[in-house]
């Protein structure tokens, strides 16, 4: 079931820092950091944890021959890095955490051992239909009782054989009667991706190919060998249709499309926006799409209609409620019939612009992502021939939101490598083993370029953990304080 998820707080404490490690999942990812508070102080030997203070933990470890917790502490925009020993005792309260996430995440990382996870439907992206297990416009909570299954490998088998966990079942070790070496070991890409680059190129054979697996991906069933190259980190920019319904598609585009663009008009919200995509390779030209009527008799009052010529960001003298203050301001020019009018308009005004285009040149992807500020709207104009159905030719407007990087490994069929294929490292699941063959083609065929739908809960997920540098800051008061 899609959809996202904001975790409730458990009530219940934890009684010692090692119940919190033997029942919640502590891991190197960003999942793996959960946050707790102590009812009480904690005095340590340099350091004192105050009662309510959020603490990371971040690893367990063994710290002169005691295991201990690796925690951090954020006081005064300093961190506090310690440890404390999982033999220390308290009331330890899980943190609310204000993350959105998915229910494959919680299954994996937000469910502690012997407890019951409370969530919430986040509306970020939940849309209601038919076959939804969930009441139209639920805003309640759930709560999650996982079902858990057993993953296993049979000697001298090549497939996963699943086993559910409350199965009644006798089960003896034998681990001494077998050789470990005639089990296959499953391998996951990320497994894959973390070896040395060194141990690349390899043959894999798929032991469990990605479930619907659709184009381009529909080659890598199970029992399929594949050569992986290499492992790497490459550029993609995130692409929506412009769609007013929440139905559009989003697309990531790999630098390497051959397809050309052309611009399409973009619409402004607000004056501070005109700032953001203001560049100094042209001018921006702009008409007024709502009328907006200025407090100041020292600013300008919009009609709609109204064309303008964006020049710089500066700060004004206005008289506020009987008092000069001086507030932010955004230099246009007005487009008159015969001539310019230099006017000022408020950075906080709630208007509406739309983008007039003089430009009519076609662009590659590299060339936008060089010259321009994304978000930027464009259209196909020039499919990429190298793909059998591009399906960006097909979508009316696209909005360039940003550029990402992503991890990929570099893959071709082992028994007719004609081309190559990029496959995402933490999209696609599947599972492989590695045989002891030798890899007949080192040199890697032709790669093929192909653009990636994303579902609507990849496209959040993408976004969510980009670095923040790459979004705007946050919009000016509406009004001058």
């Known amino acids: 079931f899609l959809g996202l998820y904001k975790v409730v707080a458990d009530k219940t404490p934890y009684v010692s820092i090692e119940e919190i490690a033997r029942k919640v999942s502590i891991g190197p990812t960003r999942f793996g950091h959960p946050c707790f508070y102590s009812a009480k102080d904690i005095k340590l030997p340099n350091f004192t944890i105050k009662h309510d203070e959020q603490i990371t933990f971040n690893s367990v470890e063994e710290v002169n021959g005691t295991m201990a917790m690796n925690c951090v502490v954020v006081r005064n925009n300093q961190s506090h890095s310690f440890t404390l020993p999982l033999s220390q005792e308290g009331e330890f309260y ?36 038919s076959s939804s297990p969930l009441p139209e416009n639920f805003d309640g909570c759930l709560i999650l009782m996982p079902v858990y299954e057993v993953q296993a490998v049979m000697n001298f088998r090549k497939d996963i054989v699943h086993i559910l966990s409350d199965l009644d079942v006798e089960v003896k070790d034998v681990t001494d009667c077998y050789d470990i070496t005639s089990f296959l070991q499953p391998l996951s890409l990320e497994d894959i ?91 921006l030209h702009v008409v007024a799409t709502k009328a907006f009527t200025s407090p100041h008799k020292e600013l300008f009052s919009v009609s709609v209609g109204d064309q303008f010529l964006v020049q710089q960001c500066q700060t004004s003298e206005v008289l506020y409620e009987g008092r000069k203050k001086l507030i932010d301001v955004l230099a246009c020019e007005q487009i008159l019939s015969d001539s310019y009018k230099k006017v000022l308009l408020p950075m906080y005004m709630e208007g509406g612009f739309v983008e007039v285009i003089h430009d009519k040149k076609q662009y590659h992807l590299s060339e936008i992502c060089k010259e321009f500020h994304l978000p930027f709207n464009v259209k196909v104009s020039v499919r990429d021939l190298s793909i059998e159905e591009d399906v960006l030719a097909a979508v009316p407007g696209l909005q360039f939101e940003e550029e990402i990087t992503d991890s990929y490994l570099l893959i071709s069929s082992a028994g007719s490598p004609v081309e190559s294929w990029e496959i995402p490292v933490y999209r696609l699941n599947m599972l492989v083993h590695l ?47």
């Open 94 to 129: 899980e943190c609310e955490d204000d993350q959105i996430y998915t229910l494959k995440e919680i299954a994996g990382w937000k469910i502690p051992k012997c407890r019951n996870r409370i969530v919430k439907l986040s509306n970020t992206l939940h849309m209601w239909d």
């Open 193 to 283: 991706f973390e070896r040395t680059s060194k141990e690349f190129p390899m043959v894999a054979e798929i032991m469990e190919g990605p479930s619907g697996s659709q184009n381009p991906y529909n080659f890598l069933s199970t029992g399929k060998e594949i050569v992986i190259y290499k492992k790497y980190q490459a550029a993609r920019v995130l692409a929506s249709e412009m769609r007013s319904d929440s139905s559009k598609r989003h697309f990531l585009i790999p630098m390497s499309y051959k397809g050309k663009f052309k611009r399409r008009p973009r619409e402004f919200p607000t004056a501070y926006d005109l700032e953001i995509a203001r560049s100094e390779k042209e001018q």
């Open 435 to 481: 045989p002891s063959k030798d890899v007949q083609t080192v040199v890697p065929p032709v790669t093929r370029t192909t653009v990636e739908e994303v579902s609507q809960e990849e496209y959040y997920m993408l976004r969510r953990y980009e670095n923040l540098t790459l979004h705007p800051p946050p919009r000016p008061p509406k009004k001058p304080t």
